[in-house]
Structure formats: structure tokens, C-alpha cells
């Protein structure tokens, strides 16, 4: 049974790695070829702009396709096993389709962790620089704040602080603007600040723009001590975008309330997501291996892939669905993330339960 789980997860493993790569470098392709002149523009040009470009986009892309290139290479191996008569001899033999599950289990989990990493520290280490290029995509999602990079965000009780730039230790604030609100949440004043310093746990701020609600005449001032105990860290520099942000950074927006950016359940929802996607990959399995144990007399490869893609891709429309009403509030935050992926193991599960009944 050693040989056969190796063999499987070889092959899988094999077409891919295969798929991911050959779609991963297309779609690049055709971001080079229709975004050339901006991407050339980066740097000194060249083809070092070029291969900048692919390294900075390619967890994006890796990430985006990894799960529907899992379905295909289980569907193509299933395929060509049941086309040689191999996996109607694996089903002779007494194997059940929850021992090939077993057998495959390394390789969900190694696709599961990939998939996880590429979300949770690739992409939100690469956002930042192709937010700033503003190339495809990324043109919606760049700043416009005069050419700032990502602002600073921190909170201190109903106080929220933004920053443009600080210095490592995020004692020293260029650019601040504190938002001050009352027990309801209202804006009741803004405080316009050129900088601002930490020391000794009070905030110095120069050249200060004070406004206030109900249409009251700003207030100029030269120094402003602000006593608000802000916490400085390096979430607080991510701009707020939950797809493009870490499990840290979500934990410590979902802890902050958002920082008034977005409601807390948009992060919590994410926060949720990410984990999810960890199991996808065997949800895949799940789904693929009682399917084609479904065809084990032969015949029917054909139908066989088509409702392996179609239960795919109707896996992906509902994810896309149910993260959206989670970010609207809609649902609660884990069920919007682990609805989807619930739902087809119970496909999965009805599926190897008809197939062990005939």
C-alpha cells in the first residue's frame, strides 16, 4: 500500500506542480505584454524591471490559481489510472476510496501549507511595492495621498491616529491626522499635525490645524501635547486591505476595531479565511477520489471530469459568495469562511456513501 500512496502522490505531486507553473507564467506573460511600458519603468529598465516584476507578482498568482490547479492534477491522474485499468485494480484490490484519501494526505497537506504561506507572508510582503507601482490591478488600489507609501494606523480607546511615514520604531510621525471621537463613535475633532514625536508617553505635535464639528472656526497652534496612549507596531503600517494582510496584522486590526477603517467583522472574516484555506486542498481530495471511485466498473472518464469541475468551480463561486457576505456582515465571520469548504466535504461525503452502498 506504500508503493501505490507514493505512486499517487508522485504523479499528483508531478502534474501539479506542472499546471500551477504553466498557468502561474501565462497569466505573468500576459501582464508583461499588456503593462510593458510601466513595467519597464520601473528602476533603471531593462530586464531586471521584468524579472523585479514576475518575482513581486508571482506569490499573487501562485496563490490564486493553487486550488483549481489541485482539482485538475487529482481529476487528470484519476483519469489516466482509470484509462490504463490501474485504478480499477486499485478498487479490486480492497482499497477504499477514505484509504486513498489517507494515502494522499501528505500531498493536501504540503499544497495546504503552500497555499497558506503564499497568502499569509508572501503576498502581504509584495503588496506594498506593487500598490506602489500602480500596475494592472494594482492602479484601483494605489494610494492616492500625494505619493505616500502605506500609511501608519494606531488607536488609542476611541482615538484613531493616521500617519504617512514613521521612523522604525514608530516614535517619530510625519503627515499625522488624529480623528477623535465621542462615546458614539462620531467625529467630534481632527487634529492636523506636521509631526509628531513620542517622549516619555505623551506625543509632541508641531505646526497643528485643530477642527472641530458643527462648523466651529479651526484653531492654529505651534505645539500640541497629546497625552493618547497610541500603540506603535509594524501591523500598524498595512493599509487595511485584509486580503492582502497576515494573520498577525489581522489579529491586531480585529483587536484595534479596525482602526475605524473597516468594521471589525471584515478582518475577522479573513482572519477565518486563512485558516480555511489550509484544509482546501483536502476538501479537493475529498471530492475527487469517491468521485472517480463512482466509475470504478469504467466508462464515463469524461463525465467523470466535467463533474469534477463543475462541483470545482461551483465550490469557488459559493467562496466568493460567502466572503463577501461575511465582509457585509451578512453572516458570521466563520461561517462565511468555513461554509464553502464544509459544504463540499458534505458533497464528498454523500458521494462515497452512494459509492458504498452500490
Given at each position: 500500500?506504500?508503493?501505490?500512496g507514493?505512486?499517487l502522490?508522485?504523479?499528483?505531486?508531478?502534474?501539479?506542480?506542472?499546471?500551477?507553473?504553466?498557468?502561474?507564467?501565462f497569466?505573468i506573460t500576459?501582464?508583461?505584454?499588456?503593462?510593458?511600458?510601466?513595467?519597464?519603468?520601473?528602476?533603471?529598465?531593462?530586464?531586471?524591471?521584468v524579472?523585479?516584476?514576475?518575482?513581486?507578482?508571482?506569490?499573487?498568482?501562485?496563490?490564486?490559481?493553487?486550488?483549481?490547479?489541485?482539482?485538475i492534477?487529482?481529476?487528470?491522474?484519476?483519469?489516466?489510472?482509470?484509462?490504463?485499468?490501474?485504478?480499477?485494480a486499485i478498487?479490486?484490490?480492497?482499497?477504499?476510496?477514505?484509504r486513498?484519501?489517507?494515502?494522499?494526505?501528505?500531498?493536501?497537506i504540503?499544497?495546504?501549507?503552500l497555499?497558506?504561506?503564499?497568502?499569509?507572508?508572501a503576498?502581504?510582503?509584495?503588496?506594498?511595492?506593487?500598490?506602489?507601482?500602480?500596475?494592472?490591478?494594482?492602479?484601483?488600489?494605489?494610494?492616492?495621498?500625494?505619493?505616500?507609501?502605506?500609511?501608519i494606523?494606531?488607536?488609542a480607546?476611541r482615538?484613531?491616529?493616521?500617519?504617512?511615514?514613521?521612523?522604525?520604531?514608530?516614535?517619530?510621525?510625519?503627515?499625522?491626522?488624529?480623528?477623535?471621537?465621542?462615546?458614539?463613535?462620531?467625529?467630534?475633532?481632527?487634529?492636523?499635525?506636521?509631526?509628531?514625536?513620542?517622549?516619555?508617553?505623551?506625543?509632541?505635535?508641531?505646526?497643528?490645524l485643530?477642527?472641530?464639528?458643527?462648523?466651529?472656526?479651526?484653531?492654529?497652534?505651534?505645539?500640541?501635547?497629546?497625552s493618547g496612549s497610541?500603540?506603535?507596531?509594524?501591523?500598524?503600517?498595512?493599509?487595511?486591505?485584509?486580503?492582502?494582510?497576515?494573520?498577525?496584522?489581522l489579529?491586531?486590526?480585529?483587536?484595534?476595531?479596525?482602526?475605524?477603517?473597516?468594521?471589525?467583522?471584515?478582518?475577522?472574516?479573513?482572519?477565518?479565511?486563512?485558516?480555511?484555506?489550509?484544509?482546501?486542498?483536502?476538501?479537493?481530495?475529498?471530492?475527487?477520489?469517491?468521485?472517480?471511485?463512482?466509475?470504478?466498473?469504467?466508462?464515463?472518464?469524461?463525465?467523470?471530469?466535467?463533474?469534477?469541475?463543475?462541483?470545482?468551480?461551483?465550490?469557488?463561486?459559493?467562496?466568493?459568495?460567502?466572503l463577501?457576505?461575511?465582509?457585509?456582515?451578512?453572516?458570521?465571520p466563520?461561517?462565511?469562511?468555513?461554509?464553502?469548504?464544509?459544504?463540499?466535504?458534505a458533497?464528498?461525503?454523500?458521494?462515497?456513501?452512494r459509492?458504498?452502498?452500490?
Amino acid at each position: 500500500m506504500k508503493i501505490i500512496g507514493w505512486m499517487l502522490t508522485r504523479m499528483v505531486l508531478i502534474r501539479f506542480i506542472f499546471i500551477l507553473l504553466g498557468i502561474s507564467i501565462f497569466v505573468i506573460t500576459l501582464d508583461i505584454v499588456a503593462y510593458s511600458k510601466e513595467i519597464l519603468a520601473i528602476g533603471d529598465g531593462g530586464l531586471d524591471a521584468v524579472f523585479t516584476y514576475v518575482m513581486m507578482r508571482a506569490p499573487g498568482t501562485l496563490s490564486t490559481f493553487l486550488p483549481i490547479s489541485v482539482l485538475i492534477a487529482l481529476l487528470l491522474v484519476l483519469i489516466e489510472l482509470s484509462y490504463r485499468n490501474e485504478l480499477p485494480a486499485i478498487w479490486s484490490s480492497g482499497v477504499s476510496p477514505f484509504r486513498v484519501m489517507m494515502m494522499l494526505m501528505p500531498f493536501a497537506i504540503l499544497a495546504g501549507g503552500l497555499h497558506f504561506l503564499l497568502n499569509d507572508q508572501a503576498v502581504p510582503r509584495t503588496a506594498p511595492t506593487l500598490r506602489e507601482w500602480g500596475i494592472g490591478d494594482y492602479d484601483e488600489k494605489k494610494l492616492k495621498v500625494g505619493g505616500e507609501k502605506d500609511p501608519i494606523w494606531m488607536r488609542a480607546g476611541r482615538d484613531i491616529l493616521r500617519a504617512g511615514s514613521a521612523n522604525a520604531q514608530a516614535t517619530e510621525l510625519e503627515d499625522v491626522i488624529i480623528f477623535r471621537r465621542d462615546e458614539a463613535g462620531l467625529l467630534r475633532e481632527q487634529i492636523m499635525a506636521k509631526s509628531a514625536v513620542l517622549s516619555q508617553d505623551r506625543w509632541h505635535l508641531s505646526n497643528v490645524l485643530v477642527y472641530y464639528r458643527e462648523n466651529l472656526p479651526p484653531n492654529r497652534l505651534d505645539q500640541m501635547i497629546y497625552s493618547g496612549s497610541f500603540r506603535p507596531a509594524a501591523a500598524g503600517a498595512r493599509s487595511g486591505d485584509p486580503e492582502e494582510m497576515s494573520m498577525s496584522d489581522l489579529s491586531y486590526f480585529v483587536e484595534n476595531s479596525g482602526f475605524g477603517i473597516r468594521p471589525t467583522w471584515v478582518y475577522q472574516t479573513w482572519w477565518h479565511k486563512r485558516l480555511a484555506i489550509f484544509v482546501t486542498a483536502f476538501a479537493m481530495v475529498a471530492l475527487c477520489i469517491p468521485l472517480a471511485a463512482r466509475f470504478r466498473r469504467g466508462g464515463g472518464i469524461g463525465i467523470m471530469f466535467a463533474v469534477g469541475i463543475g462541483l470545482g468551480f461551483v465550490f469557488f463561486i459559493a467562496d466568493g459568495i460567502a466572503l463577501t457576505m461575511g465582509e457585509l456582515g451578512f453572516v458570521t465571520p466563520w461561517f462565511a469562511a468555513w461554509a464553502p469548504v464544509l459544504g463540499l466535504a458534505a458533497i464528498a461525503g454523500f458521494i462515497t456513501f452512494r459509492t458504498e452502498r452500490l
